[in-house]
């Protein structure tokens, strides 16, 4: 028989709603925020202008008048301008949803935010899901129109270019909180805008690269769009996946997530 | 409440931004419970040691402890929260949003519905932040405060820039929620405000601690009135046991008393003792306030 030694009288018995202390689970991370962030962007009529509307209207302007036309393996040259467009869409998301932390830094909330148990590499993670779900809707949008307006091409390919497409936008969700964290600004993307766009014209985005002087189509080998925009294609056009292509995509999710992550710790430093 | 560790704990804190001290080995303890108000005027140092205090500046020297850990792990488990003058708010999202999101941050909160109640902002939860007034935003950043259920509020000049009604307001709603046992410091350039609603008042000037004391001693400082008179060789101690007499200060040939019978005092000086030149001048907490918050030239 064991005797069991009396329990302290003071427990927490006298403040029963006494608060938990706890650390929060995953550094403050919670689904619940992701829904909110991505309401915020949704209700935002210049990120939904720029990233859904805008680039299903260039489809219809500069796509549907070349139906009929077909690339050399036979594939509808529609579909070629509706994954480039679907790749537009997407870096434009992810930018605009990765830059959104020039905004907040800006307003002060980054500040605020550190007045709580929100670790800084959750608010990252945070603002990394609601840039690719955003990306992810842009993809999605542009081949709904796509689909609408006729583009018919095998189930793989529409499957292997949306999935490039939107992962390959991952690039700039870097690119996005690396340009946040360089400078806090309330509205980034009025600067970024136009750069997105000079870079999606190297990417060939706009129009083939092969049209393009080819000075111009060596040095746009180089350029942070390219790779995304290689890859995306390769489903449809059958000209497998070049190695040029894969090592740009790495060079530039290095490059921009290095930057990124450097400026983050910076920001986050105290003073 | 079942820590026994000080509230705040702050030993020699120290700060420098380049050639200009804002902190200055400033100690200070305050025990759980306290409603403390820290006072002085603008450059006082009153944010830095706030910033430092929340952990969001590194003291070049000195310590902080809040509830016997540190700054960040007092945020982290919700146990401090603060109201600021610089943290932002986001103007997209509405009120209750606000309230929603940062809520999710925290292991445990008290519900949104609630805090907003208690922050008297029940009636705008639907209302876009940019569109709320000054005054709104100020208690949407106290009902975040309000959220973790802290055992350390902290604000910092929580009116500035409030209208006399808002300012009203607001203190109510912070007194209505005074929970027992809760700690407060809030930094402030306005007397009455500390008068009001502190316990303790903090005087700071030049990153120091000047004064420290209950409400009523700090008044004590100033209430009734100072009489200085020239008297070389004057017996400080003689002079501190007449009756009504709070303190004497030797000054060269010069002595100053501070008492609430100016009239017994003058009357001893001019028939006991030698003084001559007699003045008596009344101080009022303005007067305290300003001797004690401004810089001494000379002497």
Same mark, same amino acid.
């Given at each position: 028989?064991?005797?069991?030694? @009396?329990?302290?009288?003071?427990?927490?018995?006298?403040?029963?709603?006494?608060?938990?202390?706890?650390?929060? @689970?995953?550094? /403050?991370?919670?689904?619940?925020?992701?829904?909110?962030?991505?309401?915020?962007?949704?209700?935002?009529?210049?990120?939904?202008?720029?990233?859904?509307?805008?680039? /299903?209207? +260039?489809?219809?302007?500069?796509?549907?008048?070349?139906?009929?036309?077909?690339?050399?393996?036979?594939?509808?040259?529609?579909?070629?301008?509706?994954?480039?467009?679907?790749?537009?869409?997407?870096?434009?998301?992810?930018?605009?949803?990765?830059? @959104?932390?020039?905004?907040?830094?800006?307003?002060?909330?980054?500040?605020?935010?550190?007045?709580?148990?929100?670790?800084?590499?959750?608010?990252?993670?945070?603002?990394?899901?609601?840039?690719?779900?955003?990306?992810?809707?842009?993809?999605?949008?542009?081949?709904?129109?796509?689909?609408?307006?006729?583009?018919?091409?095998?189930?793989?390919?529409?499957?292997?270019?949306? $999935?490039?497409?939107?992962?390959?936008?991952?690039?700039?969700?870097?690119? /996005?909180?690396?340009?946040?964290?360089?400078?806090?600004?309330?509205?980034?993307?009025?600067?970024?805008?136009?750069?997105?766009?000079?870079?999606?014209?190297?990417?060939?985005?706009?129009?083939?690269?092969?049209?393009?002087?080819?000075?111009?189509?060596?040095?746009?080998?180089?350029?942070?769009?390219?790779?995304?925009?290689?890859?995306?294609? @390769?489903?449809?056009?059958?000209?497998?996946?070049?190695?040029?292509?894969?090592?740009?995509?790495?060079?530039?999710?290095?490059?921009?997530?290095?930057?990124?992550?450097?400026? +983050?710790?910076?920001?986050?430093?105290?003073? | 409440?079942?820590?026994?560790?000080?509230? %705040?704990?702050?030993?020699?804190?120290?700060?420098?931004?380049?050639?200009?001290?804002?902190?200055?080995?400033?100690?200070?303890?305050?025990?759980? !419970?306290?409603?403390?108000?820290?006072?002085?005027?603008?450059?006082?140092?009153?944010?830095?040691?706030?910033?430092?205090?929340?952990?969001?500046?590194?003291?070049?020297? !000195?310590?902080?402890?809040?509830?016997?850990?540190?700054?960040?792990?007092?945020?982290?488990?919700?146990?401090?929260?603060?109201?600021?003058?610089?943290?932002?708010?986001?103007?997209? $999202?509405?009120?209750?949003?606000?309230?929603?999101?940062?809520?999710?941050?925290?292991?445990?909160?008290?519900?949104?519905?609630?805090?907003?109640?208690?922050? !008297?902002?029940?009636?705008?939860?639907? #209302?876009?932040?940019?569109?709320?007034?000054?005054?709104?935003?100020?208690?949407?950043?106290?009902?975040?405060?309000?959220?973790?259920?802290?055992?350390?509020?902290?604000?910092?000049?929580?009116?500035?820039?409030?209208?006399?009604?808002?300012?009203?307001?607001?203190?109510?709603?912070?007194?209505?929620?005074?929970?027992?046992?809760?700690?407060?410091? +809030?930094?402030?350039?306005?007397?009455?405000?500390?008068?009001?609603?502190?316990? #303790?008042?903090?005087?700071?000037?030049?990153?120091?601690?000047?004064?420290?004391?209950?409400?009523?001693?700090?008044?004590?400082?100033?209430?009734?009135?100072?009489?200085?008179?020239?008297?070389?060789?004057?017996?400080?101690?003689? $002079?501190?046991?007449?009756?009504?007499?709070?303190? %004497?200060?030797?000054?060269?040939?010069?002595?100053?008393?501070?008492?609430?019978?100016?009239?017994?005092?003058?009357?001893?000086?001019?028939?006991?003792?030698?003084?001559?030149?007699?003045?008596?001048?009344?101080?009022?907490?303005?007067?305290?306030?300003?001797?004690?918050?401004?810089?001494?030239? /000379?002497?």
């Amino acid at each position: 028989m064991t005797t069991l030694p @009396a329990t302290p009288a003071a427990t927490r018995t006298d403040r029963p709603d006494e608060p938990d202390r706890r650390l929060p @689970a995953l550094g /403050g991370f919670a689904p619940a925020v992701l829904r909110i962030e991505l309401r915020r962007v949704l209700r935002n009529r210049r990120t939904l202008a720029f990233t859904l509307i805008m680039p /299903g209207f +260039f489809f219809l302007i500069f796509g549907l008048p070349q139906g009929g036309q077909t690339l050399d393996n036979g594939r509808p040259v529609t579909a070629y301008v509706m994954i480039s467009l679907a790749v537009y869409a997407a870096m434009v998301a992810t930018t605009s949803a990765g830059g @959104a932390v020039a905004t907040e830094r800006a307003l002060g909330w980054s500040r605020q935010l550190r007045l709580t148990p929100l670790r800084p590499t959750a608010y990252v993670a945070t603002k990394l899901i609601t840039a690719m779900a955003l990306g992810l809707l842009a993809v999605v949008v542009e081949f709904l129109v796509g689909a609408a307006a006729g583009v018919r091409v095998p189930a793989y390919v529409w499957l292997l270019a949306g $999935l490039a497409a939107w992962l390959g936008s991952l690039v700039f969700a870097a690119f /996005g909180l690396f340009v946040g964290y360089l400078v806090p600004a309330e509205n980034v993307m009025q600067f970024i805008g136009p750069i997105l766009a000079v870079l999606a014209m190297f990417g060939g985005l706009f129009v083939p690269l092969e049209v393009l002087p080819d000075v111009l189509q060596q040095v746009a080998k180089f350029t942070p769009v390219y790779g995304v925009g290689e890859l995306s294609r @390769a489903p449809l056009t059958g000209a497998g996946v070049s190695m040029a292509a894969v090592a740009n995509v790495a060079f530039w999710a290095l490059v921009f997530g290095v930057g990124a992550a450097r400026l +983050f710790r910076r920001d986050t430093a105290r003073v | 409440m079942t820590s026994t560790h000080p509230a %705040v704990e702050l030993d020699g804190l120290t700060k420098t931004f380049g050639a200009v001290t804002a902190v200055d080995g400033l100690s200070l303890r305050v025990q759980p !419970g306290e409603v403390v108000a820290f006072l002085g005027p603008n450059g006082a140092g009153k944010t830095t040691t706030i910033d430092m205090l929340l952990g969001l500046a590194r003291p070049d020297a !000195g310590t902080v402890r809040l509830l016997g850990g540190t700054p960040d792990d007092a945020v982290a488990r919700g146990r401090v929260a603060a109201v600021l003058q610089t943290g932002g708010l986001l103007k997209d $999202l509405t009120v209750g949003e606000t309230v929603q999101m940062t809520g999710h941050f925290y292991r445990h909160t008290r519900p949104t519905a609630e805090v907003l109640e208690r922050a !008297g902002i029940a009636d705008i939860a639907d #209302r876009v932040v940019g569109r709320c007034s000054g005054g709104q935003q100020q208690r949407l950043r106290f009902a975040l405060a309000l959220l973790p259920d802290p055992d350390l509020m902290v604000l910092d000049e929580p009116t500035t820039g409030m209208d006399v009604e808002g300012r009203r307001d607001f203190w109510q709603a912070l007194r209505r929620d005074a929970r027992a046992g809760r700690t407060v410091i +809030f930094a402030t350039h306005y007397l009455d405000e500390a008068d009001a609603y502190a316990d #303790r008042i903090v005087l700071v000037r030049q990153g120091r601690v000047v004064a420290d004391g209950t409400t009523a001693e700090i008044k004590n400082l100033a209430a009734g009135r100072t009489v200085r008179a020239t008297l070389p060789g004057a017996d400080q101690a003689a $002079l501190a046991a007449l009756p009504g007499v709070d303190a %004497v200060e030797v000054r060269g040939d010069s002595v100053l008393v501070r008492t609430g019978d100016s009239d017994a005092i003058a009357r001893h000086l001019l028939t006991r003792t030698t003084a001559r030149d007699v003045e008596i001048t009344s101080r009022n907490l303005e007067d305290a306030f300003l001797a004690l918050t401004t810089e001494h030239t /000379g002497a």
